[in-house]
């Protein structure tokens, strides 16, 4: 029988499953992060190898990998990792996409629409056929562009709470719900921070919402302007399309919290129809592991994965 891998890595974790023609799931694994970015392409295509290696492991003695397609962050400026992983596999078809493939084929299929991501980092793309290449919207790394997501969130709380703290800023509910999950103030935390680096700076973009809930101004103010940022690209989006689009939100801050992926749909240019994904995202990820092997997905495929993926990840995903 033809097996299937499918890996999503972001900034925070990396998934892969392994998974056969009909659909069904018969491994899965959750490990670290694998942004080049963040841990350098050496690092980052180490744990894309292993990520592999580990569901071919588990594979059955009679059967054969068709095809390895992975959604990795920053993949488009990294070739090298495909490469590697194309050497690994001999005859099985590798492709190393960006982080939007797996949720515009999950919430798309193979259609014109536009993505947004926030997890971590965030993506604005527009996919088109008529197009070369996919437009992105920002989607420049947290050095530059990355508007809207766990690390902008949580980042902008841990600047309101040293403003308090420190006598610049007005006093705001972040503070205590901060410094209680981190155990001791924002100063004596520093060092734990800065050794955590960008995912651990993102776990707390919750404070924002659970803030903002009880109706904080400086957390309302930070989820506004996030908001905000995402209008905008759909915006610029609407201008480079032309008319109305369907587009659809992934990513684990839009999926874990619905009132942020529902206020950033709300704001949708007219005739636009934005919806978030009801699938994981690593559905998308084997939907482009088959269409790389040339196979299509039959009329019971997303039922059979749906149920047995669940089986497979429990509580490691929510599914």
Known sequence: MKYF?????????????????TG?????ARGRGANAFDIGVAEASDRIRDAAEN???????????ASVFGSISVAYYYPEIEKRLARQF???????DSVVSSVMAAG????????????????????QKSAEHRHYIGSSGYMLDTGGSGYVLGQKA??????????RGPATLLTPILEAEMGETLREHLPVIYAG?????SSFAQAVFAARKQGDEVATRIFNEEVDYFAEAMQTAYRIIGHPYRGVLGGGVFRHVSEY????????????????????????????????AGENDNYDFKSRFLYSYARQAGENTGW
Request: proline letters at 3%; hydrophobic letters at 35%.
């Open 5 to 21: 891998i499918a890996i999503d890595s972001g900034g925070y974790k990396t998934e892969s499953i392994l998974f056969d023609q």
């Open 24 to 28: 069904k799931v018969h491994a899965y």
């Open 55 to 65: 569901m071919r492991s588990r594979m059955p003695e009679d059967g054969e990998i």
């Open 90 to 96: 001999g005859k099985a078809k590798c492709k190393m």
């Open 108 to 127: 798309l299929g193979k259609d014109d629409g536009v993505c947004l991501i926030s997890g971590t980092g965030s993506y604005c793309c527009v996919r």
């Open 158 to 167: 841990l600047i309101a709470t040293q403003r308090e703290r420190d006598g």
């Open 197 to 201: 680096g960008r995912a651990y700076i």
């Open 261 to 292: 992926a529902e206020a950033v749909i709300d704001r949708a240019p007219e005739g636009c129809h934005m919806q978030l994904i009801d699938t994981p995202t690593l559905y998308g990820g084997a939907l482009e592991a088959l269409w790389l």
